[in-house]
């Protein structure tokens, strides 16, 4: 599987936000720190083994999918590299920081989402980050501008003095995604960030996440709705029954996909299909399917159909590449 590296149009950082301090520098000749690691990490609860020895990294300066169905242990895992809950077995590094032993470090540079945000409702979406904003040390006086930046980052300025029982459920996942933001962190951890979004906001989420990747940030994002996945991650993991199942990154191999072929003449694509020697399925008189490695094997396709004179209207995915990887896995047949 290839992966997409489009950016959004997002690119600055907030001027008045000072850069977090960076973890521990690697050492020269060294490979940089990755902005996650973990390592044979479990956590049980009683006889229910929740994560069961998964091992990845994500790295800094990218948007990681953390991909796996309900009950797969993505929330666990989170909650485990948020610090929020103690390993059993197994370690993890966080921004260069081991949790175990350096657990406060390595919590100061984390943005943390999980699924459903918890408010006070009778306080407004101000008053709400400036709260956190003091937790984290920030300085009261610069407080007020950077929350305001922030609100506006995620477009809520207009909510900004309201109480938060009044947002819905999408304007309460921003006003989430705004908190795990509100102290500059190197690591962002989201839990199903895009759950109650309406279409804009998912496109805005989208290239936010990218702009944040751009900027340097450590972005693992866990969704099992793989579409929302699709156009933003970087690399992607794979989990299932609380074990890692598969990773995918920028040097795997691609991995064919169906690509939906349609043209105005039919036949004369199904003759030109078999004459190219193309394997494909479909319904007399209707369009086809046919197996391509990647979007490069479909312009070359294209570019074949069109010399040949066949009139090709409609060339699309029949689905997104993570959805392709996740279904050939053996792992969810079983």
Known sequence: MTCRRGRGPYRGTMSDTPPAVAGPPASPGE??????????????????????????????????????????????LLLLLAGLLRADAGRANVAGYDLTTNNLDARARIGWMPD?????????????????????????RTSGDRVAAILARVHLSEFAERPARVLSRGQKQRLGLARALVHDPEVLLLDEPASGLDPR???????????????????LVSSHVLSELEEVYDHAVFVSRGRTVDTAGPAAEPVKRGWRLDALDPVGLRTFLDNAGIPWSGQAGGDVVVQLGGYESARELIRAAVAADVPLHTVSPVSGRLEETYLSLDEERI
């Open 201 to 219: 906001s998912r496109i805005e989420l989208r290239d936010l996440l990218r702009g944040l990747a751009a900027d340097g940030k450590t972005v």
């Open 116 to 140: 459903v945000f918890g408010t006070w409702d009778a306080l407004t979406c101000t008053e709400i980050l400036r709260t956190f904003a003091h937790a984290y040390g920030i300085d009261r």
């Open 31 to 76: 490979p940089p720190v990755p902005g996650i690691e973990a390592i044979g990490l479990k956590r049980a609860f009683g006889a229910v083994k929740a994560v069961d020895g998964m091992t990845f990294t994500a790295p800094a300066g990218a948007v990681t999918a953390l991909i796996g169905p309900n009950g797969s242990g993505k929330t666990t």
